[in-house]
C-alpha cells in the first residue's frame, strides 16, 4: 500500500517560516517526481513544487519561487517544502503528491496545468497570520 504522509503544518505569523515533511512509503522513491499542491479556501487546488531526481530538476509556482525550497532524500523516502516569509495568502491545505516520472512531470506543464498525480497525502493545513 502506497502512503504519504505530511508533517510540520500549523499556524505562523506573516514573514516567519515553517518545514512541511512528507515520508513515502510503498513505492520505489527515486522513480517518482515528488512535490506538493495546495489548495486555498474556494480556490483550486495548485501544483507550487517539485523535485525529480531522474531527470535532476526542480519546478516553483511563481507564487512561491524565491520563498519556498522543495528538497528530498531517497534514502529517507521523504520530501520536504521549506518555506520562508510567509505570506498571509499562502494559507491553505498543503498536499504532498507523487507521479511515476516521465520526461516534463516536474515541469509547470506537468505538475501545475496538467497533472497526472498518481498519489496524493492527506494534507496538512497551514494558516498565516498577518
Known amino acids: 500500500e502506497v502512503q504519504l504522509v505530511e508533517s510540520g503544518g500549523g499556524l505562523v505569523q506573516a514573514g516567519g517560516s515553517l518545514r512541511l515533511s512528507c515520508i513515502v512509503s510503498?513505492?520505489?522513491?527515486?522513480?517518482?517526481?515528488v512535490g506538493w499542491f495546495r489548495q486555498a479556501p474556494g480556490k483550486e487546488r495548485e501544483g507550487i513544487s517539485c523535485?525529480?531526481?531522474?531527470?535532476?530538476?526542480?519546478y516553483y509556482h511563481n507564487s512561491v519561487k524565491g520563498r519556498f525550497t522543495v528538497s528530498s532524500d531517497n534514502a529517507k523516502n521523504t520530501v520536504w517544502l521549506e518555506m520562508n516569509r510567509v505570506k498571509p495568502e499562502d494559507t491553505a491545505v498543503y498536499y504532498c503528491?507523487?507521479?511515476?516520472?516521465?520526461?516534463?512531470?516536474?515541469?509547470?506543464?506537468?505538475?501545475?496545468?496538467?497533472?497526472?498525480?498518481?498519489?496524493w497525502g492527506q494534507g496538512t493545513q497551514v494558516t498565516v497570520s498577518s
Open positions: 503528491a507523487a507521479v511515476s516520472e516521465y520526461r516534463g512531470s516536474c515541469s509547470e506543464y506537468g505538475w501545475n496545468l496538467n497533472p497526472t498525480i498518481n498519489y
Open positions: 510503498g513505492l520505489t522513491f527515486e522513480n517518482y517526481a
Open positions: 523535485k525529480s531526481s531522474g531527470f535532476d530538476n526542480t
